[in-house]
């Protein structure tokens, strides 16, 4: 017998008859007498249209927030009362809890809350009663009782939050893929899909641009040391382990390439070499909440630097406005820019113990006459930022240089 | 400065633009310095949109009920969050309150809770931090946090309740129609809309067919004397005020005629007169869950009695096969029914005072030829049955004779 937590996404639970569909596979888990707990997201498409009737009602202030919480919360809540109900007409005893009834306790940052704590005394108590306990996901509430949510895709983090305060043995992840790939299956046909990886590779990847699993659930499990299995809902198949690397993974040096087409560069030619310089480039851009990510300062030559820097794709043209404001005052020469970018990155946890990574990379990108704009590397990634139109070519060359083809 | 409740049903809060249209009378009312506390419905069809999806998925049974209640639950929430939002967008202080908020604290019938207490406190701080309070009508929870509603129609309810356990000055009931009615205008063109009805009058009117509010909800404001403005949220003309009868109310005899053609007649020829037959007729009745409304048991002659009573129409099938079992067990010669009946009712506090009611009422239908089938009076009512086709003559018959009609 084992305590498993699973989660359910938006897809799996469209419509009434995929939600039944969901309720036959968590009674045959239960059925195997597994004690389960399952976390439910909205029904597809819910979230958003939600959010229009906030739009066509509010003005999206700070101040509505909070109310806008108590809305999105309802899609969960629907998807929830639901399942248990299906699973109920099934004959078994099932019971929804809220996030105020799991009391999944959050900070009062609405609309993106942390967790504080989870009581799990009422769950634990419908699970000694023989209860499947049907959650909602990416809900909490904070100390006084408000309706908090925690932030786009935050039913992963429920369900891995929820398996860590009850110290479940599994949380399965079901999504419409049926697991974590090695690349992306619709750009590298010879892409295979993992049996494992672990935390620190999915973390590394889910940053990178794979949208399996939400970055923040990754970080939960690999804390509390959570086996998170991310599988498919439509099949009865294996998916990935997302473990522990101590677990007697096989270490490869590199386990996956991803890419990240979301990012934009910018680049400040010729800035003073002085100190303060960095800091009167990045503040203005963190002051207008713009994530910059990769940044690299050229060797410096007659007192004069060149920086460049990554921001998304969809802040590109405020940064540039913001940077050429910026340049006049501290009297860089020029500010250019580039959209058509993008970032390969090749990951894997054997990389502390493998020698030579780097350069296996650089030279299958130079095989194939592909330049390297940019470069940043992690202890257990590389990555490359090169022109975008090569992106499909250099994740197809460098799966084949790290010898992740799926065999014939 | 007041304590004003408000309340907006379904078709009041429809769509985005009218929830902003409710909006803004309560903030008409909060800037004339009334305190304001709003209890919504939720919005016109999604009630029964979220019923039809319980029914794809689950079957319906009493198991279900508590999950029922968290899905519908969700209908009130979502009107709240967004009403909320309106106010906040124009630059007020709002806040939503779910009924496990508000503390609205039920017995655990799901699907028809019975309020038990509301602990004011939360509501109470918001009111004295000068916010709006919007509070989700129909819901509540029960002491161990599940959620709960409070039956059909039961926002009425919910804003009388907390109008009451406020202590608030009026309780605003916002519909689709204008006021209470001396009989019902479609049928009658003469009806007026009255300024003021007492309590009892409203019961007695409710029970017998006006739909204008919840009975249950005039219950709870006879209990703590909560004065009920009965107005439309399509204007700004007053409505009705249901009150206590001794404001100062004119002491009409009879204050309005009301019909009622949900009931059909079941009568049982020749029962033997024995004790105990009585017992045998309702109990198989009252087994299969049928509520009879009027019993009528005629003159007995040679120790056999005629027996009738009504049932609602819909059960009215049930009820004559049950009927026809009973009347062969105790040996009763035939059972007829009719489904082609009315109930027209004439309802007034002042008919305590007033002779001659009943046979002004009598005479006035005998000059019409209508023949009176059935008779029932309680101390503020006296009901006839009659054939089905006469109903809008009797009513424009009493109105006129009863000196209801509008002056031209």
């Known amino acids: 017998m ?36 399952v976390v439910v997201s909205a029904m597809a498409g819910v979230t ?22 108590v809305l999105l919360a309802t899609g969960e809540q629907t998807t929830a009362s639901l399942l248990a109900m299906a699973l109920i007409s099934m004959n078994y005893k099932a019971v929804s809890l809220l996030g105020h009834q799991v009391k999944l306790i959050t900070n009062s940052t609405f609309g993106n809350a942390k967790i504080a704590e989870i009581h799990t005394e009422r769950i634990q108590e419908a699970i000694n009663d023989q209860h499947i306990v ?38 399965e992840i079901y999504t419409d893929v049926d697991g974590v790939y090695t690349a992306d299956p619709n750009i590298c046909q010879k892409a295979c899909k993992m049996d494992q990886i672990s ?7 889910a940053g990178l641009g794979a949208k399996v699993l939400q970055i923040r659930s990754v970080e939960f499990a690999k804390k509390y040391n959570i086996p998170v299995h991310v599988r498919s809902s439509f099949s009865e198949e294996e998916g990935t382990m997302v473990i522990n690397e101590d677990s007697g993974m096989e270490n490869m040096a590199v386990s996956a390439i991803t890419q990240n087409k979301d990012e934009a560069r910018i680049t400040l030619k010729k800035v003073p070499d002085q100190p303060g310089v960095a800091a009167k480039i990045f503040s203005p851009i963190t002051d207008a909440k713009i994530v910059v990510d990769m940044i690299i300062q050229n060797t410096r030559s007659g007192g004069e630097t060149d920086l460049t820097f990554t921001v998304p794709k969809q802040d590109y043209k405020r940064a540039m406005e913001i940077e050429q404001k910026v340049a006049e005052e501290i009297g860089a020469k020029e500010v250019i ?72």
Chains 1, 2 share one sequence.
């Open 2 to 37: 084992a305590l498993i937590v699973q989660k359910f996404g938006g897809t799996s639970v469209a419509n009434t008859d995929r939600i039944k569909n969901v309720a036959k596979k968590v009674a045959k888990a239960f059925d195997k007498g597994n004690q389960m707990v």
């Open 48 to 69: 958003d249209k939600l959010l229009r009737l906030a739009e066509k009602t509010g003005k999206g202030s700070m101040q509505e927030k909070r109310e806008l919480d």
């Open 134 to 171: 049907i959650a909602a996901g990416f809900q909490g509430c904070d100390s006084a009782g408000n309706i908090t949510t925690l932030g786009r895709g935050g039913s992963d983090t429920s369900a891995v939050a929820i398996a860590a305060a009850l110290k479940a043995d599994v949380c």
């Open 199 to 205: 935390y620190d590779e999915m973390l590394n990847m």
């Open 337 to 408: 820019g580039d959209k058509n970018i993008a970032k390969i990155s090749a990951v894997g946890s054997g990389m502390r113990n493998h020698f030579g990574v780097a350069a296996k990379m650089f030279n299958a990108l130079a095989g194939e006459n592909i330049n390297i704009i940019m470069i940043s590397t992690s202890e257990i990634r590389i990555s490359c930022v090169i022109q975008e139109k090569y992106t499909e070519l250099a994740v197809q060359v460098l799966h084949t240089a790290f010898g992740l083809d799926q065999e014939e």
